[in-house]
Each structure stands twice: as structure tokens, then as C-alpha cells.
């Protein structure tokens, strides 16, 4: 059997809570070895979510040593090839363990950080919890409710996203290292984790292209959220809103005719008839609903709780759950890997204990330390020579692909004449900048060559379509290698490439239902809600980043070359490993939100009082004992109700109480921020299609913002002279509609 892809790979990991412990999962499971060093009393993560702890730190070894101790942490660190750590700009300077100061003293380390702000932004010092920063961005009032307000959003998915930006910008770094033997930083935060879905909705367009009628992602009642319906025994399901074609299906008309009601298929589902149709899905049980969408390929799922598809035998044949026998909650079903490489990986030791190792031990296993290396030129892009092809549609695979071309990869974008269905929504534009568009028939007979000379010319290959599908083009993994052994291909599918659902259609709503994500972010005894942000889709996109990344540093250290694949299910239920499935004894403990969508605990949540809402998040016991120390035995949201939002926060800070003001209608501030301007976060483009757009972006602080949202076959004449088509044959080309020219230039502003 080969090698772990990531064999020998040394790895220092001194971070808390999700983003950087599951970025450094993701490094330990492709084969690194990592060493969790905590400080003296351990990660708070140990307490308040231990099943999550088990899961997030499988596979590491553990030390408890003070950072203060830099002579010590030096000795580690002389002997790693990766430092990963969450500690905000202030503190990590304080330490000496900023980039320049790292850089001085262990020029050969690549240093990957993730705090709740990156620095240059006014925020850069705040050790904000995830929930702090979605309300201090104006997360929680980007989402439909069961009540006026904002949200308190179950789903930590700011951390959940910069966990897997760490771990893609520290895996381009080393592919980076691989080619030119020079290192550099790569730094992300919990801000940028937030803003990774905002790019699929928060944008300003001078005008919207042809066949993108209006904002498919609104705040109240997209088309996914007006999909769930409660059937006939109680059971709820999730369609896949308008794009699943589900209201002119074969089941919904044969259902509407015996109710006299076909007339109701051509308006389709509006707030104002809502419990109209919900009368139609509750003539027939989930079971019937369910089976009949199947026959007819309309993407439908029951809803599900949080965990309970971890005993589906879907998750199970996919390796997307693993027996792990833990020293701290027992014997039980773990989250397993998001992404599955080749090789596979085979990693099921437990979370370490407590101070488990010793120094002398850890240091002993690292072994010499490191020769120094090279420093990369400031603002090098890690991926700069380098071609990835996207052959994807809508949302998923586009953005994984958008994100190498963040990285600095030539992405090329292979598009049907009729170009990406995802051309008709809102998230097209916040999933396809930076890359140029070829727009290519590959059905026909005489695409066969350029699309041969595509391949022959690719480093990377990442899409979402349907892997049958894919192979009769030849655009699966066996295909591509039969033209370029050198090709590395990441997939990403629904429901992942085995078991009973593999080849079912699914979108980001049904991920959710599946995955438990729509009853967990709504409220206690209320109908299941849909984050609108298509976070499942973005993940997805998000891991098959990562595994196109795992797999081409495995290309360049070994010259092996494999594949990667990932799925929306993978993504939602690795999001749900604060979940474990104990296989003796009772259920762990889950926080639930409340009936009032406002919070998991009295402590945790959000408030109105006088003026607005203040978010607090008192997680610790010492935090939680100065909270009660103002309220005395009353709830905060009763004793803080007739307060206003400026002299509440003040009282709270002077406490030492964690806590924010929730913003609203945060798009616009954000734009117009001379600060996010400035870190690269928010650029405004000349497009073809949008006009002037602004969008949002800067996800590595490393990295800029793509130059264009390509218009449909923008680039088709320019990328086929690169493959060496002269001006005949691409007019012989385009002439016989193999491929769509377009002439016009997009000019970034």
C-alpha cells in the first residue's frame, strides 16, 4: 500500500475551539504528524463540546505547555515543517509568534493562523467566539425565522469554513514549497470563514446579465425555504426549490389534478399560498413522496435530525462515520473524513488525554530539526504556473475551482454553449471569479481534440457533475489519466460516490435536511428552517479545495498522482461532529436552540432590550460567573431588557462578559468599509455581464480578489490559441457550434 500522502509532514498545532484543531484533523488524516499543545488546564473545547473535542482533535498527539515558554515551544517548532494557531494579532506578536518574528527565528516553518479577525482590520485584538462574529457582521439578520428579528444561528459555520481555508492555504503553501523550495504565511480568520458563503449573496451589480431575472437568494422565503413540507404522518421533506424542477413533476401534477388544484403548478409556491400546497404533500406519507420524487430524479429528502444519519447506510459505505474507542466519552460513531483521498486514509486513534506526552517525548518522535529554507517573495500566490480545468456547475464545484484561482491557478472554465445553469442565479458571480470561460460542446464528435489538448494541459481537474455522466466524456478520474498521468482530480457529489443514494440528484437544501442542519437551526417545536446561505455547498466546494490540494502535494513530494472526492453530506455531517454515537450508554448531550430562535443557553444567545439586540456569549465558567454576577438569579434577557444596546455593552465589557452589538443590513457597510477595501476583502470589477460589480472575496489575507466574473465563452478564442488552434480552426470551430466565441473584454475598475 503507498504512503500516506502527507507522510513525515511535522505539524505544531496551538489552537482552540473548531477552525484550527479541524484543520489540523485534516492534516493528521492525510498522514501528518501533529502535536496539539495546549496551555495548562487544556481546551475549553474539552468541556463544552466533548464529543466535538474527540472528533476535531482525532489523531494528534497532545502537550500541555505554557506559550509563554518560547524556549521551549522553540525546540518544537525547530522541529516542524507547520505551526497552525488561533491566537489574535495582539497576543501572537506578544509570543513571538507572528510571521516576521517566526520568520526570523525558524525561516524554514510555514505558519498558517486563523483568529476571529486578521490583522489590519480595527477588530485584529478581539478573541470573538464564532456566534460574536455573525452578529457583529450581521449574520444573524441575513436569515428567515419563525418570528421578526434576527436569528441565532445553531450552525457555527464561520469556523467550519475557516477550518478548511487553514488547512487549503497551508496545503497550497506546501505544494509551493514542493516546486520552488521557498516558504511562506498563509493566514485566514473566523471573519473570513463568515464571509466565504456572503459571496454567494452579498454583491452590488450596476445591472443583472442576461438570464438572471432577480436575487435568488432574498432574505425572506427563497425558493428552497418555500420547499419543506410537512406530508401526511408527520414526516417533513425537503425539495430543491425551482432549479429541481419538482412543480411540473409526474408525482406533484398527478397529486394536484385529483384535488382540482392544477393550476397551482403554474403559479408555483408563494408565502400567500404556502398552506395551499401544504395540503397537497400532506395527501401521501414522506415514504410515498419520497419514492416517487426518486422515480421522476427530483432531488427530494426527508428531514432528519442532527446525527441520525450517522447510522444511515449511506454514511457508512462512504467511510463518512468511524468506530473510535475515546478516553474520554467511549466507545462510539465519530464524524469520519470529509474528503477521501488515494491513497485513503486509515487514521482512528482517539483524541489525546490531557497532557498525555511530555516535551522529551514529543521532541524525540519529531526528531532533528529542520534545515532552513528560503523565504518566499512577499504576496507570492502559492499556486501561480499551475492550471486547474472546472467542468462544474451551480455552485459547488465552481467554487472549489474559484478558490485555486484565488491561490493563483490559471482556472479554466469549461462551459456547455448554453452555458453553467448556475448562470441564472445569484450565486454564479460569487463562484466563478478569476477564471476564464471556454464554452465548449462536448458532446460533439469534433470537441474531442480540444478538449484532449485541455486535459493534456491541466494540473488540476475539479467539477460536481455526475461521475456516469462525467466518464462518458471522459472527465473522470480513469479518462483524464488516460490523456494525462500527471492530472489530479477532485470531485465533489451529493450524497458520495457509494451506497443507496450515490446517484441521487441533491442540492444544498436536500444536504441540509439530510444532514439534521434544518431541524438543529430552528427553533424548539417549530417547522424546519433553511440556512439560505447554501453553507453545504460551499463546504463541499470548500474540502474539494482541499483534496485537489492534498493530492498535489502528494504529486509534486512523490510523483504519485490520485484522486480526491468529497460530497454535500460529507460536509453537513462533518459539521455535525460536536455529535458522537455512544455504542454503549446514553446519548451526549447536543445544545439545542430555543422555541424563540434566540440562543442554546441563557448565556449564549441573543437579547432584545431598549434599542436593538446585544449578543452574549458567556462560555466558560468564569465567564458565566461575572455574567451572573450582574444579574443575580434573573435571566440576562429579563434583567438586561429595558437597558440600551451602548450602555449594556459597556457594563458587560467592564466585566470582562463576551458580547456584541447584532448589526443589520450589514452589506452595504461592508462594501463600503475602507478597511475591508484595503485587506482585499470587498473589490469592485468591470464585468461584461454585471456592469460595475462589487463582491466580496480576500479569503486568504494573501491572496487578491479574482480580476473578472467571466461571461459565457469570454476566453474561448484566447484559451484555444493557448492550446495551439490557430484563427481558422477556431473559426472552423465555431462555425460548426462546437464552441461560443465572445469578444468582449472585461477590465477590472
Known amino acids: 500500500m503507498s504512503e500516506s500522502v502527507l507522510a513525515g509532514l511535522r505539524v505544531v498545532e496551538l489552537a482552540e475551539g473548531i477552525p484550527g484543531p479541524f484543520a489540523a484533523r485534516l492534516l493528521a488524516e492525510a498522514g501528518a504528524e501533529v502535536?496539539?499543545?495546549?496551555?495548562?488546564?487544556?481546551?475549553?473545547?474539552?468541556?463544552?463540546?466533548?464529543?466535538?473535542?474527540?472528533?476535531?482533535?482525532?489523531?494528534?498527539?497532545?502537550?500541555?505547555?505554557?506559550?509563554?515558554?518560547?524556549?521551549?515551544?522553540?525546540?518544537?517548532?525547530?522541529?516542524?515543517?507547520?505551526?497552525?494557531?488561533?491566537?489574535?494579532?495582539?497576543?501572537?506578536?506578544?509570543l513571538g509568534l507572528d510571521e516576521d518574528s517566526l520568520a526570523r527565528r525558524h525561516p524554514h516553518l510555514i505558519l498558517g493562523t486563523v483568529p476571529a479577525y486578521p490583522e489590519g482590520h480595527p477588530r485584529q485584538d478581539w478573541a470573538a467566539s464564532d456566534s460574536l462574529v455573525q452578529a457583529a457582521e450581521g449574520f444573524m439578520d441575513e436569515q428567515q425565522g419563525n418570528r421578526a428579528g434576527p436569528v441565532f444561528i445553531r450552525m457555527p459555520f464561520p469556523s467550519w469554513c475557516a477550518g478548511y481555508l487553514l488547512a487549503a492555504g497551508v496545503l497550497a503553501r506546501l505544494v509551493q514549497r514542493e516546486r520552488t523550495g521557498t516558504v511562506a504565511a498563509m493566514h485566514t480568520s473566523v471573519f473570513q470563514g463568515a464571509l466565504a458563503p456572503a459571496a454567494l449573496y452579498w454583491q452590488r451589480a450596476e445591472r443583472l446579465p442576461a438570464g438572471l431575472t432577480g436575487h435568488t437568494l432574498p432574505k425572506i422565503w427563497p425558493d428552497a425555504a418555500l420547499s419543506i413540507f410537512e406530508c401526511g404522518d408527520g414526516e417533513w421533506i425537503q425539495l430543491a426549490g425551482a432549479m429541481g424542477g419538482w412543480l411540473e413533476s409526474p408525482p406533484v401534477l398527478e397529486t394536484l389534478?385529483?384535488?382540482?388544484?392544477?393550476?397551482?403548478?403554474?403559479?408555483?409556491?408563494?408565502?400567500?399560498?404556502?398552506?395551499?400546497?401544504?395540503?397537497v404533500f400532506r395527501q401521501h406519507d414522506s415514504a410515498h413522496w419520497s419514492a416517487e420524487f426518486a422515480e421522476a430524479d427530483v432531488p427530494c429528502m426527508r428531514i432528519r435530525d442532527l446525527g441520525d444519519c450517522f447510522s444511515e447506510d449511506q454514511a457508512r459505505v462512504n467511510g463518512y462515520v468511524v468506530e473510535v474507542d475515546d478516553t474520554a466519552i467511549g466507545r462510539c460513531l465519530q464524524v469520519g473524513p470529509p474528503i477521501r483521498t488515494s491513497p485513503p486514509s486509515a487514521l482512528r486513534s482517539p483524541a489525546p488525554r490531557l497532557g498525555e506526552s511530555d516535551l522529551a517525548e514529543v521532541l524525540a518522535a519529531f526528531g532533528d530539526p529542520r534545515p532552513g529554507l528560503a523565504r518566499a517573495a512577499a504576496r507570492t500566490l502559492p499556486l501561480e504556473g499551475l492550471r486547474a480545468l472546472?467542468?462544474?456547475?451551480?455552485?459547488?464545484?465552481?467554487?472549489?475551482?474559484?478558490?485555486?484561482?484565488?491561490?493563483?491557478?490559471?482556472?479554466?472554465?469549461?462551459?456547455?454553449?448554453?452555458?453553467?445553469?448556475g448562470r441564472g442565479l445569484t450565486q454564479f458571480a460569487g463562484s466563478n471569479r478569476g477564471k476564464r470561460s471556454i464554452a465548449l460542446d462536448l458532446k460533439a464528435p469534433e470537441a474531442a481534440e480540444p478538449l484532449r489538448r485541455l486535459i493534456a494541459s491541466a494540473d488540476i481537474v475539479l467539477h460536481n457533475m455526475r461521475l456516469r455522466a462525467a466518464a462518458r466524456l471522459g472527465i473522470d478520474g480513469p479518462g483524464l489519466r488516460a490523456i494525462n498521468p500527471r492530472v489530479v482530480f477532485s470531485h465533489v457529489s451529493a450524497n458520495g460516490q457509494e451506497g443507496p443514494f450515490?446517484?441521487?440528484?441533491?442540492?444544498?437544501?436536500?444536504?441540509?435536511?439530510?444532514?439534521?442542519?434544518?431541524?438543529?437551526?430552528?427553533?424548539?417545536?417549530?417547522?424546519?428552517?433553511?440556512?439560505?446561505?447554501?453553507?453545504?455547498?460551499?463546504?463541499?466546494?470548500?474540502?474539494?479545495?482541499?483534496g485537489a490540494l492534498l493530492q498535489l502535494v502528494q504529486r509534486e513530494r512523490t510523483g504519485v498522482v490520485g484522486e480526491a472526492a468529497t460530497s454535500l453530506l460529507a460536509a453537513g455531517m462533518t459539521m455535525a461532529s460536536e455529535v458522537a454515537v455512544p455504542l454503549d450508554g446514553e446519548p451526549l448531550r447536543v445544545d439545542r436552540i430555543d422555541a424563540g430562535q434566540t440562543g442554546v443557553s441563557p448565556a449564549h444567545?441573543?437579547?432584545?432590550?431598549?434599542?436593538?439586540?446585544?449578543?452574549?456569549?458567556?462560555?466558560?465558567?468564569?465567564?458565566?460567573?461575572?455574567?451572573?454576577?450582574?444579574?443575580?438569579?434573573?435571566?440576562?434577557?429579563?434583567?438586561?431588557?429595558?437597558?440600551?444596546?451602548?450602555?449594556?455593552?459597556?457594563?458587560?465589557?467592564?466585566?470582562?462578559?463576551?458580547?456584541?452589538?447584532?448589526?443589520?443590513?450589514?452589506?452595504?457597510?461592508?462594501f463600503d468599509d475602507p478597511a475591508h477595501r484595503a485587506l482585499g476583502m470587498s473589490r469592485s470589477l468591470r464585468t461584461t455581464g454585471y456592469g460595475a460589480l462589487d463582491v466580496v472575496g480576500g479569503f486568504w489575507s494573501a491572496t487578491p480578489v479574482g480580476e473578472s466574473v467571466p461571461a459565457l465563452g469570454e476566453h474561448s478564442d484566447e484559451v484555444l490559441r493557448d492550446l495551439g488552434f490557430d484563427s481558422g480552426e477556431i473559426t472552423a470551430l465555431a462555425e460548426r457550434g462546437v464552441v461560443l466565441k465572445h469578444d468582449a473584454e472585461v477590465v477590472a475598475r
Not at 403559479?267 to 395540503?279: A, H, L
Not at 434577557?637 to 429595558?642: K, M
Open 257 to 279: 389534478a385529483v384535488m382540482d388544484k392544477v393550476d397551482l403548478s403554474e403559479i408555483g409556491v408563494t408565502p400567500e399560498n404556502r398552506d395551499e400546497w401544504q395540503e
Open 390 to 421: 472546472d467542468f462544474g456547475s451551480v455552485v459547488a464545484g465552481p467554487y472549489g475551482a474559484q478558490c485555486l484561482a484565488d491561490l493563483g491557478a490559471d482556472v479554466v472554465k469549461v462551459e456547455p454553449g448554453s452555458g453553467d445553469r
Open 502 to 546: 450515490a446517484a441521487y440528484p441533491g442540492y444544498d437544501p436536500t444536504a441540509q435536511a439530510l444532514t439534521g442542519w434544518e431541524r438543529a437551526n430552528a427553533g424548539a417545536d417549530a417547522g424546519p428552517m433553511w440556512l439560505r446561505n447554501s453553507i453545504l455547498d460551499v463546504q463541499a466546494g470548500l474540502a474539494a479545495t482541499v
Open 35 to 94: 502535536v496539539k499543545v495546549e496551555r495548562p488546564g487544556g481546551d475549553p473545547a474539552r468541556r463544552l463540546w466533548p464529543a466535538g473535542f474527540a472528533t476535531w482533535n482525532r489523531g494528534k498527539r497532545g502537550v500541555v505547555l505554557d506559550a509563554t515558554r518560547q524556549s521551549a515551544l522553540d525546540e518544537l517548532l525547530a522541529r516542524a515543517d507547520v505551526l497552525v494557531h488561533s491566537l489574535p494579532i495582539g497576543q501572537a506578536r506578544a
Open 605 to 670: 444567545r441573543i437579547m432584545p432590550v431598549r434599542d436593538g439586540w446585544v449578543a452574549i456569549a458567556a462560555l466558560t465558567e468564569d465567564e458565566q460567573a461575572r455574567l451572573y454576577g450582574l444579574t443575580g438569579t434573573a435571566s440576562p434577557a429579563r434583567a438586561f431588557r429595558d437597558r440600551t444596546v451602548d450602555d449594556l455593552l459597556a457594563e458587560l465589557r467592564l466585566a470582562g462578559v463576551p458580547a456584541a452589538r447584532v448589526e443589520f443590513d450589514r452589506m452595504d457597510a461592508f
